[in-house]
């Protein structure tokens, strides 16, 4: 497997030892040449195991990479062990599972709620229309309830708030 980073080597031999060069770096084609056949092949096999390797070791590093994917630098250079990771993460799943719970107990609580208060409102918009209807209608209900100098709304709901008291037991 060649990549477009990995230069294309020729091996061949020759007569003349002043064509090898030790120092020459790889390009996009290198010729290396040895200075006989058997070298040659030799030098070929060698390259290419160091090229499988090259290549496997690559794989695993990218592998390695992806497991290290969205741990911070700091994690890592601070020395964290895979397994010390891995209790990390579960610990970071199980709050997360715990706020996700106590989320859902809250939300619930609230509907909840809002559903009793919808009852609430509904119930007070019922007072409110029969205790308009018995100030304009029936002005002598109101007397039986209230006193004479009690006539306003306000006062009627006082004097109900007083009725259903705890201190006023009916």
């Known amino acids: 497997m060649t990549d477009a980073k990995t230069p294309t080597v020729?091996?061949?031999?020759?007569q003349d030892p002043r064509s090898w060069n030790?120092?020459?770096?790889?390009?996009?084609?290198?010729?290396?040449?040895?200075?006989?056949?058997?070298?040659?092949?030799k030098a070929e096999k060698l390259f290419n195991e160091m090229q499988a390797e090259?290549?496997?070791l690559?794989?695993?590093?990218?592998?390695?990479?992806?497991?290290?994917?969205?741990?911070?630098?700091?994690?890592?250079?601070?020395?964290?062990?895979?397994s010390e990771l891995i209790a990390y993460a579960k610990k970071l799943e199980e709050e997360c599972a715990n706020k996700t719970t106590a989320m859902l107990t809250v939300h619930n609580r609230l509907d909840k709620l809002r559903e009793e208060c919808?009852?609430?409102?509904?119930?007070a918009e019922r007072y409110r229309w029969l205790r308009v209807r018995i100030l304009n209608k029936y002005p002598e209900v109101m007397m039986l309830m209230v006193s004479e100098d009690e006539k306003a709304p306000?006062?009627?709901?006082?004097?109900?708030?007083?009725?259903?008291?705890?201190k006023n037991p009916t």
Do not use: H, Y
């Open 54 to 56: 090259l290549s496997a």
């Open 154 to 166: 306000s006062e009627l709901d006082a004097a109900i708030d007083a009725a259903l008291s705890p």
């Open 22 to 41: 030790p120092t020459a770096s790889f390009d996009s084609a290198t010729v290396i040449t040895c200075l006989t056949n058997g070298d040659a092949k």
């Open 118 to 123: 919808e009852g609430l409102l509904k119930d």
């Open 10 to 14: 020729q091996f061949s031999s020759a």
């Open 58 to 82: 690559q794989q695993e590093n990218a592998k390695l990479r992806g497991i290290l994917d969205g741990v911070s630098q700091d994690a890592i250079d601070g020395g964290w062990k895979a």
